[in-house]
């Protein structure tokens, strides 16, 4: 049996639009272009790479959400397309946009998400609660609407969503963006907790070098669709021959990481 | 099986809680239907005539159940493209069956309770006797032709995919067109001859057909007594065949969309 919890092999995957006034001209976006990566079983892999990279389009494909064009997929050994059933089974998935209903409380959101999951309700309630605890948000806040909470409280609720199943295999679309550095903290702790305590296999996307490298074992560079390096932090500041993973990816993308990310990274060092 | 179950609920348990959340809109939603309906019956009421009275009470009840039943099942899929939770149903181990299965079980429910609280405030406006109505065959006929409604609803749930603000629109129109081919209010036949051949292709035109037989209103200006259900035996015939074409159509497109959305990245939040 394979120990790789992730495995994609020469991914493409391409968008068309249709343009101009009777929508004849048509334009091709080249979202990802033959990206091959493998993260092992435990491992928890970082993608670094600015907006429209890819990054979310790469995340969607692992999530079944999207079709590959070409390529190759393999997720805990299931292939992608195929075996997309058996993959959702086991995969969480987490997106930088919290996307819940906003009229129903946290606790009406995650028990209907554990519904569909075929989970008993008062297990998964109280699973809900542990993980909510375990990130640091106040149980009273359950039954609040989530539109009443704020943008930090709902990605916590957004990651127990993901964690309710307790999924072997994580897919963290930026899930820390947005977040104040203690909110960030508290969700970056419980990554690594749940690394710790259960093997968990987890592919994080960021445009933050700090939490990058705190977090992942290896970590992939992408810019324009492409999987441009990958290594350990230390292996990839060698190879750019940089001081920091910024300056690395610098080197190696010819391109700076957004602003956002900038920014952040300033603030995470602020507070070191 | 047991995980089958829990699926469904979880729709069913979703659909409540928003419903429970937006109550105050159910209830402006139930109250104008009810005036709505009111003032469409009333028009019987100054005429003078029982007979129209009646014409005009089954359109409203039976519209009013199936138009929220084809409303709520179209729309869920626009609800869901605007709050971005599509994604996560997609990713979602549940087969699209329980899903659509869930959404119209929770739908038709929904436009039963309101349906029967249009007839019971229409009824505090228009002085009618029903008693001699074939009751248990009107049920009948409501539940066949709520079949056919769900497979419509889920055919037209697709248009959110492709684009939530115009699959919208698209969903309001075939609706129009749906309530003027059918008769709701009026008989078919007083439809513009190239029109009439839509009325054929509407569950509803045969829904109403047989509606009016139970609650007894003939063939003459006389009111009689509710048709046995054997007197709609060819309604019944074409509103199963109806379901039995709808549903599975409804589902197959809805696979196809899918399919198309997950190629062309159709599935993310719009809104």
Request: glycine content about 8%; proline content about 3%; aromatic content about 8%.
């Amino acid at each position: 049996m394979s120990n790789l919890g992730i495995e994609v092999r020469s991914l493409s995957k391409s968008f068309s639009k249709r343009k101009g006034l009777m929508r004849t001209r048509r334009s091709v976006t080249r979202a990802l272009a033959d990206v091959s990566f493998e993260v092992a079983v435990g491992e928890t892999y970082g993608l670094l790479g600015p907006n429209g990279s890819g990054k979310s389009t790469l995340i969607r494909v692992l999530s079944t959400l999207l079709t590959p064009d070409e390529g190759d997929v393999r997720m805990l050994g299931y292939h992608i397309p195929g075996e997309e059933d058996e993959v959702r089974r086991r995969v969480g998935r987490v997106s930088v946009d919290a996307a819940f209903y906003k009229k129903l409380s946290a606790r009406e959101n995650l028990l209907y998400s554990a519904l569909l999951y075929g989970l008993d309700k008062a297990a998964a309630e109280r699973r809900a609660l542990e993980i909510l605890e375990a990130l640091g948000m106040e149980g009273e806040k359950f039954t609040d609407p989530l539109e009443e909470l704020s943008r930090g409280m709902q990605q916590k609720v957004a990651i127990t969503r993901a964690l309710l199943v307790n999924p072997p295999l994580l897919l963290l679309d930026e899930p820390t963006t947005g977040l104040d550095p203690k909110s960030r903290r508290d969700v970056q702790t419980f990554l690594e907790k749940l690394r710790g305590e259960h093997g968990t296999t987890i592919l994080l996307t960021s445009h933050d070098m700090a939490e990058t490298e705190r977090l992942c074992a290896r970590i992939g560079f992408i810019a324009g669709g492409r999987l441009i390096a990958e290594g350990t932090a230390d292996e990839l500041k060698a190879t750019a021959g940089a001081e920091t993973l910024d300056d690395a990816f610098i080197a190696l993308a010819g391109q700076k990481l957004d602003d956002e990310g900038e920014k952040r990274r300033e603030a995470v060092l602020a507070e070191a | 099986m047991e995980q089958v179950l829990r699926q469904t609920w979880g729709f069913l348990f979703r659909d409540y809680h928003l419903t429970r959340r937006y109550f105050s809109w159910v209830v402006v939603f139930t109250f104008y239907a009810v005036v709505n309906s009111a003032t469409v019956v009333l028009i019987g009421v100054a005429a003078g005539d029982r007979r129209l009275t009646l014409t005009l009470m089954v359109g409203v009840m039976l519209w009013g159940l199936l138009s929220v039943v084809f409303q709520e099942i179209a729309n869920s899929i626009t609800y869901e493209r605007w709050e971005g939770t599509l994604e996560y149903t997609f990713m979602a181990p549940v087969s699209r069956l329980i899903h659509l299965a869930g959404v119209s079980l929770f739908s038709t429910a929904y436009a039963v309770v309101r349906a029967v609280i249009i007839v019971l405030g229409m009824l505090l406006f228009v002085d009618i006797d029903l008693s001699r109505a074939n009751w248990p065959g009107l049920v009948v006929v409501l539940a066949v032709s709520s079949v056919a409604f769900i497979g419509l609803g889920l055919m037209a749930a697709v248009l959110p995919v492709f684009s939530p603000e115009r699959g919208a629109e698209a969903t309001n129109i075939f609706q129009g067109v749906l309530l003027l081919v059918s008769g709701v209010y009026y008989d078919v036949s007083v439809l513009p001859r190239w029109l009439q051949p839509l009325s054929v292709v509407s569950p509803a035109t045969y829904a109403l057909s047989a509606c009016r037989k139970l609650v007894g209103i003939g063939a003459g200006s006389e009111m009689v007594a509710g048709a046995p259900l054997s007197a709609c035996a060819y309604e019944l015939t074409v509103l199963t065949l109806m379901g039995l074409v709808f549903v599975p159509l409804g589902l197959y497109v809805f696979a196809l969309v899918e399919r198309w959305a997950k190629q062309t990245g159709k599935l993310k939040r719009t809104g």
